[in-house]
């Protein structure tokens, strides 16, 4: 069976430190992959998706970037995080041509100080 | 460009009841339409989907939402709730032809009261 891995679960950085959060999947091959943001109160804002190694595309510009080093990696860093960085992190798959985001890792709460 | 509305923040409700959190959506193009459910701490789980057919979706635990597209809405229902389903439920939306761009709702908090 297919299972999805995000870490860490939680993670409090200064401002202006780097980031990078991970992202695995397992059980499967060539998946679509995804990075979304969610502010409390508002729904799930998509940052970055992927559809094959190196292949990224970007939503919203902001000091984020992704990486795809391997076909189900799926990487988001950032080299000086921002106080508005703050928030709930998901990273999430789908099949390769499906229409939607259809399996959620548990997600990562980033605290910026 | 594609939106979705869910008009309520919070519903609560109590248990056995009946309950139904709305959502409507506005796109120039036909869509997809679906419903994920998000526990505390954890990442979204689909709830059910429509993509073509039979307006009437049926998903897990019990949930099912109805696709109307004339008035460009596809609320969720559940004939009896319980404690369980306390969670916060999105409806989100892609279309044909947008790949991977689905758009999600704010959320729908259903608090389920004993």
């Known amino acids: 069976s297919q299972t999805i891995h995000q870490w860490p679960a939680t993670l409090v950085q200064p401002v202006g430190s780097p980031l990078s959060l991970e992202c695995t999947v397992e059980?499967?091959?060539?998946?679509?992959l995804y990075w979304y943001r969610q502010a409390a109160g508002r729904g799930l804002q998509l940052l970055f998706y992927?559809?094959?190694?190196?292949?990224i595309s970007s939503e919203v510009p902001q000091n984020l970037s992704a990486s795809r080093p391997q076909d189900r990696q799926f990487i988001l860093s950032s080299k000086k995080l921002l106080l508005s960085d703050s928030g709930f992190y998901l990273c999430?798959?789908?099949?390769?041509?499906?229409?939607?985001?259809?399996?959620f890792g548990d997600g990562t709460r980033l605290s910026i100080l | 460009a594609q939106s979705v509305t869910q008009l309520d923040s919070q519903v609560p409700v109590f248990e056995e009841a009946p309950v139904e959190l709305r959502c409507n959506y506005s796109?120039?193009?036909?869509?997809?339409l679906f419903w994920y459910v998000q526990y505390p701490n954890q990442g979204l789980q689909l709830l059910l989907k429509?993509?073509?057919?039979?307006?009437l979706v049926k998903g897990i635990n019990g949930f099912e939402a109805e696709f109307n597209k004339s008035q460009t809405s596809f609320h969720l229902r559940k004939p009896s709730v319980h404690i369980s389903d306390t969670a916060e439920y999105f409806c989100?939306?892609?279309?044909?032809?947008?790949?991977?761009?689905?758009?999600f709702g704010a959320g729908t908090r259903l608090f389920v009261k004993a």
């Open positions: 999430a798959w789908s099949v390769e041509g499906s229409p939607q985001p259809q399996h």
């Open positions: 429509y993509l073509s057919g039979s307006t």
């Open positions: 059980g499967t091959s060539n998946p679509n």
């Open positions: 989100a939306v892609s279309d044909l032809g947008g790949g991977f761009k689905t758009i």
């Open positions: 992927s559809v094959g190694i190196g292949q």
């Open positions: 796109s120039s193009v036909s869509v997809y």
